[in-house]
DNA sequence: GTAGGAGCTTGAGTCGGCTCTAGGTCAACC
DNA sequence: GGTTGACCTAGAGCCGACTCAAGCTCCTAC
């Protein structure tokens, strides 16, 4: 049990975080560090593991899509400490729901992408190579074959 | 059986697309239309229950993350008639493949966002109405305290 | 003692994808 | 015949989230 709080360099924490060091600027001055990065008597900055933990956070919530001035209200919260442990959670359930509707919404885009690959997949397999079987596939979605349109088949 | 190709105008369009007129016009200049969309001898767009069918398509694919450059390259392909179907099945397959990591992506944060929440419901349970039980959580993710930061409890 | 590299600040630029504005045409209704 | 209201074009503007540039300061190593 040693390094209590490491002292990392801006380049050590764009390594570990996979944000760029521009980004990590960018962000503290967004307002995303529960506490104000500290400084070297030089002027650079030092940040601490706790530091490279708040922002594995950040990444997964930015991921997922959390728009960045919901993470800094986010942030704020966690700043002022105890007591306001609802508003977080109404942050983070609302975000939850949305991420939810997007995993839901993006499920469904997989699935029409998948149909198609697969049509197009018998398109190549029947033509191609030797006359296979070519499983057989609902009415939909070979695309307008450009000439006569038609609502495809 | 009537109406083999409807007319539509770009509000009409706009409507069953969820498309706003603004980004219809844009999708056209992008080159986002199987056929060039026709017009009335007035100038106004004209469009078919086809371009409305691709319009479809495209909304999906834009939802799933696929940039305006690949599904004009898609429309392209589809413009130019059967015969290039690799390549079709190839960028499909890309975007296949984009999409389901995006999905995992999501997935995990989804994890995370709803363990976070879980923590919170926790914590607000027992300092609140009764004290209550309290569900067993493993010791990650309440959040820096502002405080006495140290690895979050 | 100087070259290289990491870091600093402020402010501008980029990128993707729309979104809006200005100024105009046209058809329909009152 | 005047007012809507939907549509037209070209081009500018916007938004979010970075990303980069210019010009400077340090520190380290040769």
Redesign the interface.
């Known amino acids: 049990m040693a390094e209590v709080t490491a002292a990392l360099s801006i380049g050590q924490v764009a390594e570990r975080t996979g944000l760029s060091v521009h980004t990590l600027r960018f962000y503290e001055q967004q307002g995303i560090f ?2 104000a990065v500290r400084r070297a008597s030089t002027g650079r900055r030092v940040y ?3 530091d490279v ?2 922002l594995g ?1 950040c990444v ?2 930015r ?2 899509g959390m728009p960045l001035p919901a993470l800094r209200r986010y942030t704020e919260l ?5 007591g306001n ?2 508003e ?2 109404a942050l ?2 609302e ?2 729901g949305r ?2 509707d ?2 839901g ?6 699935d ?3 149909f ?2 697969g049509v ?2 018998d ?2 397999d029947q033509e191609g190579p030797a006359a296979g079987s070519g499983r057989p596939r609902p009415s939909v979605g070979g ?5 006569r ?4 088949a």
């Open positions: 529960v506490s601490s593991q706790d933990d708040w956070v997964i919530l991921a997922s966690v700043r002022e400490g105890a442990e609802e977080r959670l983070l359930r975000h939850h991420v939810r997007q995993l919404r993006l499920t469904q885009c997989l029409l992408i998948t198609k690959v197009y997949e398109i190549l695309d307008v074959p450009a000439s349109p038609g609502t495809s």
